[in-house]
């Protein structure tokens, strides 16, 4: 469903969400942050995309004074700005991550975790494409999905989720390999090492994927 996370998993629900996150999903979330907090040196301009209500900035905002972030639910944005959770509020901003409003060279990071690259629901590809050109040369950008050695995890904290109705039914008869199938029609699926290689291969980038925490799968892009 391409607006639930827009609409029907945002703001408070969005960040419900991730409060029931057990232990071992906690740690998947810690480690992603903590790969993106490890290449950002004082003074860098960084972009989140698909950056909900702020999560992931607040973490991040200690790091550099020049750091934005982008999502198209206005709820998740308005309910950001709510808790403060980035010191500049004005740093959230409602835009498409796909057709961004930034000049080039823009940014010394930007970044979009925790799965964004599916759970976006845009065009991989023009996802890429339009993250590196508002990157400076040499600058990084940063993609991520899930492990496969996280998928019991993973499973465990979504069906968390239905049951407490923040996403509807888990239809386990068509759930696996990756992908998580609702029964109100919500599609939760993942990017793997190979969709990585097939769409950054033809953009003669410089680019690395590795894995983190046995969790998470990154894509390091040198723009």
């Known amino acids: 469903m391409s607006n639930y996370y827009s609409e029907a998993l945002a703001g408070k629900r969005l960040k419900h969400c991730y409060d029931l996150a057990p232990p071992r999903v906690q740690q998947y979330l810690d480690e992603e942050i903590k790969c993106v907090r490890e290449r950002i040196k004082p003074g860098d301009h960084v972009l989140e995309l698909g950056c909900g209500y702020g999560r992931v900035l607040k973490e991040l905002a200690l790091e550099t004074d020049h750091i934005f972030g982008i999502d198209i639910s206005w709820h998740s944005l308005h309910f950001g ?3 403060s959770n980035v010191p500049d509020i004005g740093a959230l901003i409602c835009m498409d991550a796909k057709m961004l409003a930034y ?49 019991d995890d993973r499973l465990e904290w979504f069906e968390i989720q239905s049951e407490h109705g923040l996403i509807g039914e888990i239809d386990h008869e068509r759930t696996g390999d990756g992908v998580i199938i609702c029964r109100d029609g919500f599609k939760a699926t993942t990017f793997s090492t190979d969709q990585f290689e097939s769409v950054i291969s033809v953009m003669k980038r410089e680019y690395r994927i590795f894995e983190v925490d046995e969790s998470s799968i990154f894509c390091e892009i040198i723009a």
């Open 103 to 151: 000049r080039e060279n823009r940014f010394d990071i930007v970044f979009c975790i925790q799965n964004g690259i599916s759970a976006l629901n845009v065009d991989p590809a023009l996802l890429i494409r339009d993250a590196i050109r508002v990157t400076k040369p040499s600058g990084k950008v940063l993609f991520s999905s899930y492990s496969d050695k996280f998928w």
């Open 81 to 83: 700005q709510e808790l």
